[in-house]
């Protein structure tokens, strides 16, 4: 069921009327750089080449060691990929509010397109992507899923299908901000539910910022609980610690 068909049709109203409307301004008023306000050369990216050159890039080895201090992460994935650093204040925040909060679903896509790049330089294509889901209420305030926004350009430029059918999320749990790494897991633990159809596949899953990493990990056990045969990691960021 798509999300548009949940909505009122006022908050439908609403919600296309937004989009129309940030359409023809992005037309009259072309979206500036994020990091520097210069007009971006590259379609759909909201920052121009210099300033995504002067980001930070995440080191190699530094998403797996963070995984590793959470007990249920050691192990789960194949390989793991994240392009940059996240700094709070950061330019890279400003980029995830605007996709996240500002009605700017194709920063999404774009940004997933260097993710799937960047996964592809190391290893080879999964089955398909797998999108952390959003849960209905939280879906609903923000119209779209930022992470299956992601998704979508990760699984264009890895030519596999978007799977955001294989994993869903039923209850509802609290933001992470400002918990624990304890609490945090015990927030996420159990959100997660799997289909069936997950069972024997190499499924990437894909998210935005990685922090302790709780809620991917939640969410892998869920699908490797489900019969996942390799599971993989993508996320645009890794946040500071
Ligand atoms: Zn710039």
């Known amino acids: 069921m798509s999300s548009s068909f949940l909505l009122s049709p006022l908050a439908w109203t609403w919600q296309t009327a937004q989009t129309v409307g940030r359409g023809l301004l992005d037309l009259m008023y072309p979206p500036r750089?994020?990091?520097?306000?210069?007009?971006?050369?590259?379609?759909?990216?909201?920052?121009c080449p210099r300033c995504l050159q002067r980001m930070e890039r995440a080191p190699r080895m530094a998403i797996a060691a963070r995984l590793d201090r959470l007990p249920a992460g050691r192990g789960l994935f194949d390989e793991t990929t994240t392009l940059w650093v996240f700094d709070k204040d950061g330019t890279l925040q400003a980029v995830q509010h605007a996709f996240k909060y500002g009605n700017r679903p194709q920063y999404g896509v774009a940004l997933g397109r260097l993710l799937g790049k960047a996964y592809a330089e190391k290893a080879s294509g999964p089955d398909g992507v797998v999108p952390i889901p959003l849960h209905r209420t939280r879906k609903l305030e923000r119209g779209y899923n930022q992470s299956r926004m992601l998704g979508k350009g990760v699984a264009e430029v890895l030519d596999c299908p978007l799977r955001s059918d294989l994993l869903s999320r039923?209850?509802?749990?609290?933001s992470q901000t400002n918990l624990s790494r304890e609490e945090r897991w015990k927030n996420v633990h159990g959100a997660f539910a799997a289909d069936a159809g997950c069972a024997n596949g190499h499924w990437l899953i894909v998210d935005d910022v990685l922090t302790t990493g709780s809620t991917v990990?939640?969410?892998?056990?869920?699908?490797?609980?489900?019969?996942a045969d390799t599971l993989s990691l993508a996320t645009l960021a890794l946040a500071r610690q």
Not at 33 to 47: F, M, Q
Not at 170 to 174: E, G, K, L, S
């Open 170 to 174: 039923p209850h509802p749990t609290r």
């Open 217 to 227: 990990v939640a969410a892998a056990q869920t699908l490797s609980e489900a019969g």
């Open 33 to 47: 750089c994020l990091g520097c306000g210069a007009r971006p050369e590259s379609a759909g990216l909201p920052l």
